[in-house]
């Protein structure tokens, strides 16, 4: 039996029966609850009436250091013992002769931002709704819905519903886009494009009132049209869609949010090329056109230059022009081993502020190590000049774009990873009180 003190209620204890393998259970419950560990300490518990075993115990430390308190523990029947270690907390061990019974009691320092800073503690508490997930993704991957399909249009009604019943304000960008003819050999030149059709749709959350600035955070929601077989893209681009619903139920829910900006989510349709390859249209079809990026593109062009600042460009709210500040890209982030790309076209504050949220919340081991330039929906924002972060796992590719990106290999621990980091990242840019704050000119 464990007793917990939660830092956030510091007269309430919460209590985790671990059973009876301790050592087993204490690392991944103290994971996802207080934070992962950051030194190690010894901990002594009785073997026999002889003597002393000795084993590991890891736990918590606080961000700005190691504090000295007192390590109590048995030493006989008659008494106990005291040894100083360096702890940001006291543990107590009970020890019965018959039954070992752990009891780790954390106590509470005073301060809650010694574990965990706000942001941190605010995104470690979000929590996919598995059954919701789950219905999102088996709808989504009833059948391949690429851009300007007829099952595009019946996705974007169903997001469009399925936000208004969380009591969001949602409005959907209609727009055309000519794209190249997957036929064009046997067209004449007038016939080397079509026309599609096609909708981002979009959701405020009105946060805060009068909002100085807006955040974005959004995925694509087509999928790749393959004419070799019928591509479900539960990965690509069902776990970011789904997750990006997830993250605004959480935002629309919580009143503990610090933040300085208001939230415009956004699902775009059209990222997938519509020919097999990313730049076919621009290096083998004659028709030269950039051919992916459709619905991002789009809504980029409906930014309007900010009329007191030059700088910034703006969206439209409620007949107000306000400063876009940034984006929060989310693309393949279902994958069970997730390993996040760190990503050389998004910016770099933005990209510390990840990496920081991924230490504070114990899960640095998720971002990669290998680095590369990826062309995604971030790319016309960066092009625009807004400060741009994409989160995608684009080193796992042996499901991408084949028959096996299928909806059971779709991991919600992977989804709620990748929200914790992103809720952690926004909360800090929402923070900033002006959007000039992280200036796209300082990098990228």
């Known amino acids: 039996m464990v007793k917990i003190l939660d830092t956030r209620k510091p007269t309430v204890f919460k209590i985790i029966n671990f059973g009876k393998n301790f050592y087993e259970s204490v690392i991944p419950r103290l994971d996802r609850g207080i934070q992962l560990v950051r030194g190690r300490l010894p901990l002594w518990i009785p ?8 084993l590991p115990l890891w736990i918590p430390r606080s961000s700005r250091g190691m504090t000295r308190l007192p390590l ?32 780790l009691l954390i106590a509470c320092t005073g301060q809650t931002d010694a574990v965990l800073p706000p942001a941190a503690v605010v995104a470690s508490s979000f929590k996919v709704s598995r059954e919701r997930a789950e219905e ?3 709808i989504l991957t009833q059948a391949p819905h690429p851009f300007g399909s007829a099952r595009q249009k019946e996705i974007k ?86 997750l990006l619903l997830e993250l605004l139920a959480f935002l629309k829910a919580n009143t503990g949010l610090n933040l300085s900006c208001d939230v415009q ?82 910016h770099a504050k933005l990209k510390a502020l990840l990496v920081e949220g991924a230490k504070y919340l114990g899960k ?26 994409n989160i995608i796992d684009f080193s796992h590719l042996d499901l991408w774009h084949t028959p096996s990106d299928l909806p059971h290999t779709v991991s919600m621990q992977s989804l709620e990873d990748a929200g914790r980091l992103a809720l952690y990242v926004l909360q800090k840019v929402g923070s900033i009180q002006k959007p000039t704050a992280i200036s796209s000119k300082e990098g990228s």
């Open 47 to 54: 073997r026999s009436s002889r003597g002393m075993t000795r």
């Open 157 to 242: 009604d169903y997001l469009v519903s399925t936000v208004q019943n969380l009591g969001v304000e949602v409005s959907v960008q209609e727009f055309a886009a000519d794209t190249p003819n997957r036929d064009f050999e046997t067209h004449l030149k007038a016939s080397w494009t079509t026309t599609r059709q096609g909708f981002n749709v979009t959701a405020f959350l009105d946060l805060i009132p009068s909002p100085p600035c807006i955040m974005g955070i959004g995925s694509h929601y087509d999928t790749k049209d393959m004419s070799e077989f019928a591509y479900l893209g539960a990965n690509d681009s069902g776990s970011s869609s789904i």
């Open 265 to 346: 989510v956004i699902w775009f349709d059209g990222e997938e090329a519509v020919l097999p390859q990313w730049n076919d249209g621009l290096t083998k079809h004659p028709s030269g056109m950039q051919d992916h990026t459709y619905g991002s593109r789009h809504f980029v062009d409906t930014l309007k230059q900010c009329p007191h600042d030059a700088d910034l460009w703006c969206v439209e709210r409620r007949g107000n022009l306000v400063p876009f500040a940034s984006l929060i890209l989310l693309d393949m982030v279902g994958y069970k081993d997730l390993k996040l790309t760190p990503d050389l076209y998004s």
């Open 136 to 138: 999102v993704l088996s």
């Open 364 to 389: 640095s081991h998720l971002i990669g190590s290998l680095a590369m330039p990826i062309e995604d929906d971030h790319i016309p924002f960066k092009e625009k000049g807004v400060p741009v972060l």
């Open 72 to 103: 109590w523990i048995p030493r006989s029947s008659r008494g106990m013992t005291v040894q100083k270690k360096s702890s940001p907390q006291i543990l107590f061990l009970n020890y019965y002769p018959s039954i070992f019974l752990l009891s």
